[in-house]
């Protein structure tokens, strides 16, 4: 049996009931610098400007990308997804709407400022690779 490839990830505040899509490409400050909510790199640099996730939670509920009742459960998690364009009736026209499918699994975790100090120290790094390494889901 195959395994799927997914190239397109999504970040999302998911709960016991749904996952909630961040759409963090329409927030004023990202948007000049046209980041794209599907690439794994730009939601990794959208994620680190908050220096944890409850920080990443007033954020998003400043900039109306959330409201309040949705940043109060959850947690927030990477998804890979595969993209797929479905045709929807949508002001009395048919319209192409993109709609991603999730993997099974999320990847772990989220990078945030305070992890920063892992990524500017070698030996942190190669920590953190050789913990890594001995799991399959991660190689």
Excluded: W
Aim: aromatic share 12%.
């Amino acid at each position: 049996m195959t395994k799927d490839i997914y190239r397109s990830y999504l970040l999302v505040l998911e709960d016991e009931k749904e996952k909630i899509i961040i759409d963090f490409s329409k927030i004023e400050e990202f948007r000049h610098q046209k980041l794209n909510k599907y690439k794994l790199e730009h939601i990794d640099y959208f994620t680190r400007q908050a220096r944890s996730e409850d920080e990443l939670r007033i954020i998003l509920v400043r900039e109306k990308v959330i409201d309040i009742k949705q940043a109060e459960k959850g947690k927030f998690k990477i998804y890979p997804v595969k993209r797929e364009k479905i045709e929807k009736f949508i002001d009395g026209k048919f319209k192409k709407v993109e709609i991603p499918e999730f993997a099974d699994e999320s990847l772990e975790g989220i990078v945030i400022a305070k992890y920063d100090y892992l990524f500017e120290s070698d030996i942190a790094i190669i920590d953190l690779i050789e913990k890594k390494i001995k799991r399959y889901q991660f190689c």
